[in-house]
C-alpha cells in the first residue's frame, strides 16, 4: 500500500509540475505577443515616415482575392548593386550584361537569401529614393537606412503583400506608394497605400 501510496504522490507531483510548466509557457508566450504589439503600436505611432513607390507587378498575380502582391522600384535597384557584387561585374559591364547573358542564353544566377541594409534619402514628401547599400558609412541629414530581405530570390521590404478587406480590390487599384513607419533599427512597417498624388487608399 505504501508503494501505491508513493506511485500516486509522485503521479501527482509530475502532474502539478506539467501543469506549473504549461501554464508558465502560456504567460510567457502571451507576454511576448502582447510585448511585440506595444512596439508595433509605438513603431506605428512614433516610427520615422517614409513612402517607397510601387513598381509593376505582373497582373495576373496583382490582385489575389483579399491582398494585393506588392514589389517596389527600389527593390531593382538593390538587385543591380547585388549584382554587382555577386558577379564581380564594374558598371560597365553591368549594362551590358542582360544582353550578353540574352545572347549566350543564359540567365543571372538568383540571389541567395540575405538580409541588408539599404541607404536611402528623402524628398520634401518624404519619398525615398536609393542612394547605396549600407557599409556601415556615415549617414547625411536627410538619410537613413532600411533594412530589406532576399528570400528566393525576390527582395522585400517588410512583407510581399497587403491585405485587405475581400471585395475592396478595386480601392487599391490605383496604388502608387507603400507607406512605411520604420523603427530605430531601419526596420520598416507597412501601414497604408497611397495613389499618385499621396492620397491615402481607404474604404468609403
Excluded at 42 to 56: H, N
Aim: glycine share 4%.
Amino acid at each position: 500500500m505504501t508503494n501505491i501510496a508513493n506511485l500516486a504522490n509522485k503521479t501527482s507531483g509530475f502532474k502539478n509540475l506539467n501543469t506549473i510548466i504549461l501554464v508558465g509557457t502560456l504567460v510567457l508566450m502571451l507576454g511576448i505577443i502582447n510585448w511585440e504589439i506595444f512596439q508595433k503600436e509605438q513603431q506605428i505611432r512614433q516610427g520615422d515616415l517614409v513612402y517607397l513607390e510601387l513598381a509593376p507587378v505582373d497582373p495576373r498575380s496583382l490582385m489575389q482575392g483579399d491582398y494585393m502582391a506588392l514589389r517596389f522600384k527600389m527593390s531593382n535597384d538593390i538587385r543591380s548593386a547585388l549584382k554587382l557584387i555577386q558577379e564581380e561585374l564594374t558598371q560597365e559591364e553591368l549594362v551590358q550584361t542582360e544582353q550578353n547573358l540574352a545572347e549566350a542564353n543564359r540567365e543571372w544566377r538568383q540571389l541567395p537569401n540575405s538580409d541588408g541594409y539599404v541607404v536611402v534619402s528623402f524628398d520634401s514628401r518624404n519619398i525615398a529614393s536609393y542612394k547605396a547599400l549600407y557599409n556601415q558609412q556615415d549617414l547625411a541629414a536627410n538619410e537613413m537606412k532600411l533594412l530589406y530581405r532576399v528570400r528566393d530570390g525576390s527582395i522585400k521590404f517588410a512583407t510581399n503583400a497587403f491585405f485587405f478587406q475581400e471585395g475592396h480590390a478595386s480601392i487599391y487599384e490605383s496604388a502608387q506608394y507603400g507607406e512605411f513607419r520604420v523603427n530605430s533599427n531601419g526596420e520598416p512597417l507597412l501601414t497604408a497605400m497611397f495613389d499618385a498624388e499621396l492620397n491615402k487608399l481607404l474604404k468609403p
